[in-house]
């Protein structure tokens, strides 16, 4: 696709609820990210694939987050038994080399709210 | 930890004022500085710096670093309500994770016709 692409883009779900999170990168993106953005917050990172390997998962902020990305394209993101805190927009990023090589493309991300 | 500070932290003007957002940062083993403009949610990429007192400029949007005082500046000429937007500093340093970016809170500009 021309850009990064998320969905949903907003996401509304009951305390203690499961969602999953989706984020088709750039195509030939070696490189994926995904970044947490809290209300008046800059983001936050939370992991980081190159191709099908997670070498970074140290942002993610409890066990109840889990992601993957198991043919090094679409990666999904998700939360398990929600929280109230889980409430941010879930931005995700490509970039074209690995290791940080090159610029990142953020998609328009999706806006988590939990009640 | 790496750390980035963003000041003001929002900014109101009038339609062809002129605006500099600051921003200042702490970091391991310096690689790059970053300006990101965010309108509604996905943040667009602006400037990438990495050697001080070189200005990049894109019509009337302008960046430089200082390296010695571990600061970037962004300068808009002759604002317009489109320029309205949050305007994000991040940082990367070269060290082994080289590929996070490291995020201010932001400045928030509001541009007024």
């Known amino acids: 696709g021309a850009g990064v692409s998320q969905s949903p883009r907003y996401k509304v779900a009951k305390r203690g609820q499961d969602v999953a999170l989706r984020c088709d990168p750039i195509?030939?993106?070696?490189?994926l990210f995904w970044y947490q953005q809290a209300l008046g917050q800059g983001p936050e990172f939370l992991t980081y694939?190159?191709?099908?390997?997670?070498?970074?998962k140290s942002g993610l902020p409890s066990d109840r987050f889990f992601a993957e990305r198991p043919e090094g394209s679409v990666s999904t993101l998700k939360i398990q038994r929600t929280q109230q805190e889980d409430s941010a927009v879930y931005l995700c990023?490509?970039?074209?080399?690995?290791?940080?090589?090159?610029?990142?493309?953020f998609g328009q991300g999706t806006r988590l709210t939990v009640v | 930890e790496d750390k980035v500070v963003q000041s003001p932290l929002s900014l109101v003007v009038h339609e062809g004022d002129t605006v500099t957002l600051n921003c200042s940062y702490e970091v391991t083993n310096f690689r790059s500085l970053l300006w990101y403009k965010q309108e509604k949610k996905a943040p667009t990429f602006l400037f990438m710096l990495?050697?001080?007192?070189i200005e990049k400029k894109s019509g009337r949007l302008s960046s430089i670093l200082d390296k010695k005082e571990l600061f970037s500046i962004l300068n808009i000429t002759a604002t317009q309500t489109g320029d309205s937007a949050i305007y994000l500093c991040?940082?990367?340093?070269?060290?082994?994770?080289?590929?996070?970016?490291?995020f201010g809170k932001g400045t928030l500009l509001t541009v007024n016709p």
């Open positions: 990495t050697s001080s007192g």
């Open positions: 195509s030939g993106h070696v490189s």
């Open positions: 990023a490509s970039s074209l080399g690995g290791g940080g090589q090159g610029e990142a493309f």
């Open positions: 991040a940082v990367t340093n070269s060290g082994g994770s080289n590929y996070k970016l490291t």
């Open positions: 694939f190159q191709n099908e390997a997670q070498l970074d």
